[in-house]
C-alpha cells in the first residue's frame, strides 16, 4: 500500500515537473533570437568574476548572499554597477522612507508604468498596490485609463499629477497647489521623484526588451 502511494506519488510529481518543464520550453520557443532565455533580455547575465576588484564589492553590496538576480531592474543594473548604487539607494529610500505612504508611492509607480507602457513594471506594482489597500477602483482607473471619479482625494491628484506631468508636461499651479496641500512640499517633490524613478529604470526595461517570466501574468492591457 506504501509502495503504491510512493509511486504515485512520484509520478505525479514527475507530471507536475514535466508539465511546469515543457511550459518553460514553450515560452524559450517564442523568444526573439536576441533575447537570452535566463534574463529574458538582450543582454546576458552579469557574472561577478567578470567585473573589477570595485565592481565586485558593489556586486556584493547589492546581491548579497541573495542568488543572483536574473531578469528586473537591479539584474540589469549590474551591468554598470557604478549608476547601480545611486538607482538603488534612490529607489529604497522613496519606497521605504519617503513621506508617500507605501499605498500612494505603489499607486504613482502603477500610473508611471502605465504612461510609459512598461509591462514589466506594472505587472509586478499593480499586486503591490492592492496589497497595500489600494482599491480596486484605483487601479481600474489607471489601468484602463479612466477619469478618477469616486476615488480618494489623494489617489485622484496622484492619477491627474502623473497624466498631467508626462501627457502635458507641465503641471498647473492648482495641481501643484492641491499636492502641497495633500502631501506637502516634501512628499510634493518625491511624488515627482518616484514617477521619474519609474520612468528612468523603465526606459532601460524597454531598451533591452525585458520580458516577463513565464508565471508571471501580463496586467497591463496591450493599447
Known amino acids: 500500500m506504501l509502495r ?58 547589492l546581491v548579497g548572499k541573495d542568488p543572483a538576480p536574473k531578469n528586473g531592474p537591479r539584474a540589469v543594473m549590474l551591468h554598470s554597477p557604478q549608476a547601480a548604487v545611486p538607482v538603488e539607494n534612490l529607489n529604497g529610500f522613496l519606497r521605504y522612507n519617503g513621506d ?3 499605498r500612494h508611492t505603489e499607486v504613482a509607480i502603477c500610473v508611471a508604468a502605465w504612461e510609459i507602457e512598461q509591462q514589466y513594471e506594472y505587472s509586478a ?22 477619469e478618477p471619479v469616486g476615488l480618494s482625494p489623494e489617489e485622484t491628484l496622484i492619477i491627474k499629477f502623473g497624466r498631467q506631468l508626462m501627457r502635458e ?20 517633490v518625491e511624488l515627482a521623484t ?16 525585458q520580458r516577463l517570466p513565464p508565471d508571471r501574468p501580463a496586467l497591463l492591457p496591450a493599447r
Do not use: C
Open 4 to 61: 503504491q502511494f510512493v509511486a504515485t506519488a512520484t509520478a505525479g510529481l514527475w507530471i507536475v515537473g514535466a508539465s511546469s518543464a515543457f511550459a518553460q520550453a514553450s515560452h524559450d520557443a517564442k523568444l526573439p533570437a536576441d533575447i537570452d532565455p535566463v534574463t529574458l533580455t538582450r543582454l546576458p547575465q552579469v557574472n561577478r568574476a567578470d567585473l573589477s576588484a570595485e565592481n565586485q564589492a558593489i556586486y556584493d553590496q
Open 100 to 102: 508617500l505612504s507605501p
Open 125 to 146: 506594482h499593480e499586486p503591490a498596490a492592492l496589497r497595500f489597500g489600494a482599491p480596486q477602483a484605483v487601479i481600474d482607473t489607471i489601468k484602463f485609463n479612466r
Open 169 to 188: 508636461h507641465k503641471l498647473d499651479s492648482a495641481l501643484f497647489a492641491e499636492s502641497v496641500k495633500l502631501f506637502g512640499r516634501k512628499g510634493t
Open 194 to 209: 518616484v514617477m521619474g524613478d519609474y520612468v528612468m529604470v523603465g526606459m532601460v526595461l524597454t531598451a533591452i526588451d
